[in-house]
């Protein structure tokens, strides 16, 4: 939940870095709006890496809490 970042930005890099569908990157970044943060992804840790490194593109900030 940030001011720099448009909805279709953090919508798109969902889906890139998640591949996900539209309406499911639309409910996790509604959720991280309305709450300040989302759990996006859970898995292995190397598979964190890579989610966290796709979203970090455009400083979207991420945290892997293992």
Do not use: P
């Amino acid at each position: 939940n940030d001011d720099f970042h448009s909805f279709e930005e953090v919508i798109g890099q969902l889906i890139k870095a998640l591949n996900c569908s539209s309406a499911r990157a639309v409910y996790l970044t509604m959720k991280a709006h309305s709450e300040g943060k989302a759990v996006v992804f859970k898995g292995e840790y190397l598979k964190c890496i890579k989610v966290s490194s796709v979203l970090e593109e455009i400083a979207l900030r991420t945290e892997i809490v293992y």
